[in-house]
């Protein structure tokens, strides 16, 4: 069973930081783009971070770059997404998702990507 599974979320002041785990199963990532998405009560769904397969590419949203980054341990078949400095506004449930290469190039959007895991909730709060 091809499996994408998120960990490391949970409640975390203001300035906190926190590192979420994406862990494959069933396949192995080696190939694939991953990319990291969100999403807050009432709001559409944001895409955050992408990393290629090969790991020589990053693309990072407006509103996290500098704060947030994405790497892969293709040995541990993880990707990983450290998350510094974090605000209120970060708060949502955090997805992860494997896509072919060129799914970097929508991770805005989402789209191309054909696996995705459930979710790791992130709350940001004092």
């Known amino acids: 069973q091809l499996q994408l599974v998120e960990s490391g979320g949970g409640l975390v002041q203001p300035g906190g930081s926190l590192r979420l785990s994406c862990a494959a199963s069933?396949?192995?990532?080696?190939?694939?783009?991953i990319g990291w998405f969100r999403q807050a009560p009432g709001k559409e769904r944001e895409g955050v971070s992408c990393i290629s397969a090969s790991g020589g590419t990053t693309n990072y949203a407006d509103s996290v770059k500098g704060r947030f980054t994405i790497s892969r341990d293709n040995a541990k078949n993880t990707v990983y997404l450290q998350m510094n400095s974090l605000k209120p506004e970060d708060t949502a449930v955090y997805y992860c998702?494997?896509?072919?290469?060129?799914?970097?190039?929508?991770?805005?959007?989402?789209?191309?990507?054909?696996?995705w895991g459930q979710g790791t909730q992130v709350t940001v709060s004092s």
């Open positions: 998702a494997a896509g072919p290469s060129v799914a970097c190039l929508f991770y805005r959007t989402g789209a191309r990507y054909d696996y």
């Open positions: 069933g396949f192995t990532l080696d190939y694939y783009a």
